[in-house]
């Protein structure tokens, strides 16, 4: 089995201390842009900005579109203006606060060995910043972007998520067509990094001293040392052991939140063409995978929940909606329109899901198929259906 790492960057792959490196981060951007905004509002709308996308939890926008909507709208110049200013920051200015950081030839010497064994390799950190400070950042750690096969480096651009919420490390996986082998996440931050990773139920490495002690709800750190120590760490595991378990509450929570986020990266901007593509007739193009995923949601997930909470121990069928991409002609409708109609739907039982109490979760049903069934585990079902077809997608993209 391949092992997927998700590595953070900030004090995992690179020495650096946030607590000194944003202030002068937005001290320096504040000077840069002072022709055009007064520092101290630039700061004020900085700040702004960065709290909305730490407490944003919806799949409905990504980080930058809700960074934007509460920095623009608040200055005299458009944004036009401000744009190619905030580029040029990026481009010229950026780079030079290298020096409050520090690379760490053991993480770089962790990456090469990782990249030789055939892992695959995602940068999880937190995804505050734009593309080009993360690219930066990976440089100053030893790590040139474009000499590396990092199948994902979060970046405020695409993801609709940030740590700690689990749905992050959710849409990192669905952006690699969730792995089916073993994962790890490698991090620092108790809170960022190890309660994320617990929550959606991923294997953990802490990179810390080994005296160092988690808060007592932490519990199921799989291991703990130096990024140079992670090598041997992971040699001496049974890689059965780093199998995720997406069972817990909120795993699943997460897993269904991440969804449309996920299905919104993979399929920006493909060539009209693909959506109907079809390289084995027996497997689905987009647009019956699209298809399928609105007309479960509508017909199956919805109403399966409400009838949970509102029969007393129901019976749930067991439905062969895999027939209905034949009978409804999924392969000739409009897999983008499909798309947009699953996203306001899975909002829809987002929107549900938030509402359930406790008991709810664990309220029983009889399943034609498993027998006895709580909420839980019915839904468990549903985030396991869909990864099934995040890899379907991930699968049609690569061919």
Partial sequence: MTLTLLLDLDDTLLSSNMDDFIPVYFQTLGKAMAAHVDPQ?????????????????????????????????????????????????????????????????????????????????????????????????????????????????????????????????????????????PVLMVGDDSVRDVQAAEELGIPMYWIAEDDAKLPAERTSVAGQGKIGELRSWIEAQDETMLLPRYQAQTAVVAMMKSIPAILSNLLADIP??????????????????????????????????????????????????????????????????ALRDFIAARLETIAALEKLSAEDWQRAGRHAIFGPITLLEQLGFVAEHDRVHIRQIYGVLRK
């Fill in 41 to 181: 509002r630039l700061l004020k709308y900085l700040m702004l900005g960065t709290n909305a996308m730490l407490e944003h939890d919806s799949p409905s926008e990504t980080l930058e579109e809700v960074f934007s909507e509460n920095f623009y709208p608040y200055f005299d110049v458009d944004r036009d203006t401000l744009d190619p200013e905030i580029a040029r920051f990026y481009e010229e200015i950026f780079p030079t606060l290298a020096y409050l950081t520090k690379p760490r030839p053991e993480a770089v010497e962790f990456i090469h060995w990782a990249v030789e064994r055939g892992y695959r390799i995602a940068i999880a950190t937190n995804p505050l910043f734009p593309q080009a400070a993360v690219a930066h950042r990976l440089r100053w750690a030893g790590l040139e972007p474009s000499d590396y096969p990092f199948e994902v480096i979060s970046s405020f651009e695409q993801f609709h998520f940030s740590k700690p919420n689990p749905a992050y490390l959710a849409e990192v996986l669905g952006m690699m067509g969730f792995p089916d082998g």
């Fill in 272 to 337: 009209d063409a693909l959506w109907s593509y079809c390289s084995d007739p027996e497997q689905w193009c987009l647009n019956e995978i699209l298809g399928h995923f609105r007309d479960v949601e509508r017909e199956v997930n919805l109403p399966r929940i409400q009838t949970f909470l509102t029969e007393e121990n129901p019976f749930i069928t067991a439905d062969d909606t895999d027939v209905w991409a034949a009978e409804r002609g999924y392969a000739q409708q409009d897999g983008a329109a």
